[in-house]
């Protein structure tokens, strides 16, 4: 079966590909094989399209060399955020060892 | 469920934290030392625990790759939603098998299902489960989190003594924590060097087995009908506790007017509002789900209202108003309407679960869709009472 397509042209994902140091993290930790690498390993983006921002690449790249605003694609949070519900589990409890009130409301998810 | 539906927006100290963690990590790996309770080795007298491993820094609990049907329950109630909030087991190391100081080291989140996903793939082998503490989440909305994060393993490599217990320094960890990881970073704060394994645990006997070489197709997140199917049961306990209330609504208020009694009128009008309610619950929650790849559109939401457009028009069909009259023509009208919206609205709430959706595509598809299903939800409620009031 093809591959599952969301929406065009609305993904932050970005790539310098003067930062490249050739070392490949980024295709292998990129679940959506958005990324691809060159037959010296340097990267390029592939099918930006396909990308989710998951910030998988980003995180893992030595030199900074992506930029992506990373996030969870789910309407249940946005909403939950939109209503100032930060707080409100959707995923599971919220840690309170050590926190107080304010960082607890604050803690993602 | 998380699966990625998780809580995406993330609070600014959260966001900044994660982007400057090569700086703050040595103090914070001071600082949160007091919050820590589960130092040291994790509990023995866990339902899954077969027996102990001595190790250089004590007797480590050890788990076997065959599940019980205690364990398999748990997955089912957790499905449900049963328990899922805390469904956990205790952070640190855990010997699979009978490893020794040369043995893979496989680092993973403590929901159970996960654990339980994890050791079943690897039946026959040695290896040493490194579980970190995600509160209870699964790998990859714990990574994006960030609980699943650079910070949790460093420290949890140190408390578990990880150092002592192999006498390599390679660790293994599941694809789908990369949000969280940094892996130059945990090499550099730990010593470790991290591997990206597979996505699926199910994978990892070819992986091992390949030298730790993933083929495109393991690093590659999949959605398939059976992962689909399997998050319809949280997906439907969401949608009905949401939908209870309304549907109580509709069905008391389905009495009123007409020229019929209170209890026939409930019967009629209110009878069918709670079947045309749980027709959009099927379209949105197990329909579109299940039909995903099939259903023309891109926007969750836009999927959602054209099986509801579908669903309503055969529930119409069987209902087959009386059209000759405003009172039928509106209820016909406000449930064409009713139905789509609550439908779309429902799928909508399927990108968390999704593997494929992106923050921005959310967000735009949000601010076409939520309008209109509030607009269509609103009309919809609107004609149905007049129908009510003028019949």
């Known amino acids: 079966m093809e591959r599952m397509a969301y929406l065009k042209d609305v993904v932050t994902l970005d790539l310098n590909e003067e930062k490249c140091v050739d070392c490949g993290m980024c295709s292998e930790v990129c679940p959506q094989a958005v990324i691809a690498v060159n037959a010296?390993?340097?990267?390029?983006?592939?099918?930006?399209?396909?990308?989710?921002?998951?910030?998988?690449?980003?995180?893992?790249?030595?030199?900074?060399?992506?930029?992506?605003?990373?996030?969870?694609?789910?309407?249940?949070?946005?909403?939950?955020?939109?209503?100032?519900?930060?707080?409100?589990?959707?995923?599971?409890?919220?840690?309170?060892?050590?926190q107080t009130v304010d960082q607890k409301k604050s803690s993602c998810c | 469920m998380c699966q990625p539906d998780c809580n995406t927006k993330e609070s600014e100290s959260c966001k900044s934290g994660r982007g400057k963690?090569?700086?703050?990590?040595?103090?914070?790996?001071?600082?949160?030392?007091?919050c820590e309770i589960q130092a040291g080795l994790p509990g023995h007298n866990q339902p899954f625990v077969v027996g102990s491993i001595e190790t250089p820094v004590g007797a480590a609990p050890k788990v076997a790759a065959v599940l019980t049907w205690h364990d398999k329950w748990g997955t089912v109630k957790a499905r449900w939603g049963v328990g899922r909030m805390d469904y956990t087991v205790e952070p640190g190391l855990y010997a699979l098998g009978n490893p020794d100081n040369e043995s893979r080291v496989l680092v993973t989140a403590n929901y159970k299902?996960?654990?339980?996903?994890?050791?079943?793939?690897?039946?026959?082998?040695?290896?040493?489960?490194?579980?970190?503490?995600?509160?209870?989440?699964?790998?990859?909305?714990?990574?994006?989190?960030g609980t699943f994060g650079t910070e949790e393993l460093v420290r949890r490599i140190k408390m578990s003594g990880l150092e002592r217990v192999v006498a390599h320094r390679e660790l293994i960890l599941p694809q789908l924590s990369g949000p969280g990881v940094a892996a130059h970073l945990v090499k550099k704060f730990s010593g470790f060097k991290?591997?990206?394994?597979?996505?699926?645990?199910?994978?990892?006997?070819?992986?091992?087995?390949?030298?730790?070489?993933?083929?495109?197709?393991?690093?590659?997140?999949?959605?398939?009908?059976?992962?689909?199917?399997?998050?319809?049961?949280?997906?439907?306990?969401?949608?009905?506790?949401?939908?209870?209330?309304?549907?109580?609504?509709?069905?008391?208020?389905?009495?009123?007017?007409?020229?019929?009694?209170?209890?026939?009128?409930?019967?009629?009008?209110?009878?069918?509002?709670?079947?045309?309610?749980l027709t959009a619950i099927i379209s949105g929650a197990v329909l579109t789900p299940v039909l995903?790849?099939?259903?023309?559109?891109?926007?969750?939401?836009?999927?959602?209202?054209?099986?509801?457009?579908?669903?309503v028009f055969f529930l119409?069909?069987?209902?087959?108003?009386?059209?000759?009259?405003?009172?039928?023509?509106?209820?016909?009208?406000?449930?064409?309407?009713?139905?789509?919206?609550?439908?779309?609205?429902?799928?909508?709430?399927?990108?968390?679960?999704?593997?494929?959706?992106?923050?921005?595509?959310?967000?735009?598809?949000?601010?076409?869709?939520?309008?209109?299903?509030?607009?269509?939800?609103?009309?919809?409620l609107g004609?149905?009472?007049t129908s009510r009031f003028i019949a």
């Open chain 1, 40 to 98: 010296i390993g340097r990267a390029w983006i592939q099918d930006r399209d396909a990308c989710m921002e998951c910030g998988a690449c980003s995180r893992n790249c030595p030199t900074g060399a992506f930029s992506v605003e990373a996030g969870v694609g789910c309407a249940a949070a946005v909403i939950n955020s939109m209503l100032g519900r930060s707080d409100a589990p959707c995923c599971g409890p919220i840690e309170s060892c050590g």
């Open chain 2, 21 to 34: 963690v090569s700086i703050i990590l040595p103090v914070i790996l001071q600082q949160r030392e007091p």
């Open chain 2, 113 to 145: 299902m996960t654990f339980d996903r994890l050791r079943e793939a690897l039946p026959g082998r040695d290896a040493w489960l490194l579980v970190l503490d995600t509160k209870g989440i699964n790998v990859w909305c714990a990574a994006g989190k």
């Open chain 2, 194 to 277: 991290v591997k990206y394994g597979p996505i699926r645990a199910s994978d990892l006997p070819a992986y091992l087995e390949a030298g730790l070489i993933a083929t495109p197709e393991m690093r590659l997140k999949a959605f398939t009908l059976r992962e689909r199917v399997a998050l319809i049961p949280i997906e439907l306990v969401a949608a009905f506790k949401a939908a209870l209330l309304l549907m109580l609504v509709f069905f008391f208020l389905g009495g009123l007017g007409g020229p019929a009694g209170y209890m026939a009128n409930l019967m009629n009008y209110g009878g069918f509002a709670v079947i045309a309610i």
């Open chain 2, 292 to 311: 995903l790849p099939l259903i023309p559109g891109r926007a969750f939401s836009l999927k959602g209202c054209v099986v509801g457009v579908v669903a």
């Open chain 2, 316 to 380: 119409l069909i069987m209902r087959n108003p009386d059209l000759y009259f405003w009172p039928g023509r509106l209820e016909a009208l406000s449930w064409l309407l009713l139905v789509p919206a609550l439908a779309a609205y429902l799928a909508m709430n399927f990108t968390g679960a999704s593997t494929y959706t992106s923050l921005s595509g959310v967000k735009k598809e949000m601010r076409i869709a939520m309008p209109l299903e509030i607009a269509a939800g609103i009309a919809g």
């Open chain 2, 383 to 385: 004609l149905w009472l």
